[in-house]
């Protein structure tokens, strides 16, 4: 530092140094100081994305009983894919929210998985929500209780039957 001193142009060397270090620190402890309380200001930070599935009733009988399932995404704009092996493709919705699957006899009685899948724009998923429902076989000898009723308000947006999936055809390779 001696040397600094004694050059030309060392005093406003040194002058210059420490002005850029106490700008410096009193930036960041303004920085410091307004954070928390901007933070403070803007409110609760946003929820993590959700969906939520609900399905009425939880069981049917198989052929002839129908699901009703009301998806919702939390994230506007989110297409709603569904889901479950007692369909024959998986059902993606952007505009409504009921879906109505009338249960066919094809579908084997068990239970069933179905998935809600909120999707971004470009396919990519947002949130899931799982529930299951219950398919019974309808026994003629016996008495069995009444199959239960749709939501009364509900009106399907989109309407598909269940089965088994599609048959894919492989295609035969030509022999030349």
Not at 48 to 62: D, E, F
Request: aromatic residues 4%.
């Amino acid at each position: 530092m001696a040397a600094d001193i004694d050059q030309p142009g060392g005093k406003l060397k040194r002058t210059f140094a420490a002005a850029v270090a106490a700008v410096t620190a009193s930036t960041s402890m303004c920085l410091a100081a307004t954070m928390p309380a901007s933070a403070a200001m803007a409110g609760p930070a946003p929820s993590a994305p959700s969906a939520t599935l609900r399905v009425v009733p939880r069981w049917t009988y198989q052929g002839g009983g129908r699901l009703a399932v009301i998806a919702g995404c939390s994230q506007r704009g989110d297409a709603r894919v569904i889901s479950s092996k007692m369909l024959p493709r998986t059902i993606r919705m952007s505009k409504g929210r009921n879906l109505l699957i009338k249960v066919t006899r094809k579908t084997k009685p068990g239970k069933y998985a179905i998935v809600l899948l909120c999707e971004r724009k470009h396919k990519l998923p947002d949130s899931v929500d799982v529930k299951t429902v219950r398919i019974y076989k309808v026994l003629g000898a016996f008495q069995q209780p009444d199959q239960p009723a749709l939501p009364p308000h509900f009106k399907p947006d989109v309407t598909v039957s269940s089965g088994p999936p599609a048959p894919h055809h492989k295609k035969k390779k030509k022999r030349h």
